[in-house]
């Protein structure tokens, strides 16, 4: 591996999709309750109203999604990933949109899933959704405890141990780390840098506590910044 990239909302929100605690985030206009507790979910299912609300959530936030475009910060990433091989270029994503995969990067790592698919609770089965429907079966168990592939606030997350297991085994010292464009409310700081600043790079619009784990900091946007990145990794 050469670079690592760890990316979260920030990186999307200039390809016009909302982050979730900036000042109009989502999480400042729905109730994360109500559409993103895992147990409040199952809680939901006599109440097909409340089922309906958080499926009309995601079908919504699904179509912004597919109608958005990648940005340069995405497209920046896809050229690290031509110039230094697919290999050695490894994108990890909090985020549920699918611009890296838009931009052309292969292998991306959707650590808390995606809106491409629904999920099975019962059975753990996905498949491929356009719409997500209260009322949809699972096609292999028949459950009723279906939802869209995104992982729930007191859900377990499956991928989180991938993404550990490639801190851990796969990123070598000399490798570089580009975080961007995450409040590190839900993914930790020190999980992600783990005690090597050595080539850290952290691009992101708000200084936050974490700053001072990063080797590099460049405070601003991601599609203009994550061109600072590019002439730090190739110096
Ligand atoms: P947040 O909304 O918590 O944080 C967004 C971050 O992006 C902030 O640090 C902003 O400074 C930064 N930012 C905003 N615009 C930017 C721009 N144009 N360029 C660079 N940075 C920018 O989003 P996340 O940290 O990704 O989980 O949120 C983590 C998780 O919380 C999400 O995956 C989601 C949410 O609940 C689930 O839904 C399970
Ligand atoms: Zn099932």
């Not at 999604?65 to 697919?86: F, R, T």
Request: with cysteine.
């Amino acid at each position: 591996m050469k670079i690592l990239v760890f990316a979260g909302a920030g990186i999307s929100a200039e390809s016009g999709l909302n982050t979730f605690r900036d000042k109009d985030g989502l999480w400042t206009k729905y109730d994360i309750n109500e559409v993103c507790n895992y147990h409040n979910f199952l809680n939901m299912k006599k109440d097909a109203s409340r089922r309906k609300h958080l499926f009309d959530f995601y079908n919504e936030i699904k179509v912004s999604c597919d109608k958005a475009s990648p940005n340069l910060a995405h497209i920046e990433i896809a050229n690290w990933q031509k110039q230094y091989g697919v290999d050695n270029v490894l994108v990890v994503t909090s985020n549920v949109d699918d611009l890296f995969e838009k931009a052309g990067i292969k292998n991306v790592l959707h650590v808390h899933g995606d809106l491409q698919k629904s999920h099975c609770t019962s059975c753990q089965t996905t498949w491929n959704e356009t719409y997500f429907n209260h009322e949809t079966r699972c096609p292999k168990c028949s459950s009723r405890q279906t939802k869209p592939n995104v992982v729930f606030f007191g859900e377990m997350a499956p991928k989180y141990k991938d993404l550990n297991r490639i801190l851990i085994k796969k990123r070598k010292k000399e490798d570089f780390l580009v975080v961007i464009g995450t409040s590190f409310n839900v993914i930790d700081a020190e999980w992600l840098v783990g005690g090597n600043r050595h080539n850290t790079i952290l691009i992101n619009k708000d200084e936050s506590s974490a700053d001072g784990l990063f080797a590099h900091k460049l405070i601003g946007n991601a599609s203009n910044k994550i061109f600072e990145a590019t002439a730090i990794i190739n110096n």
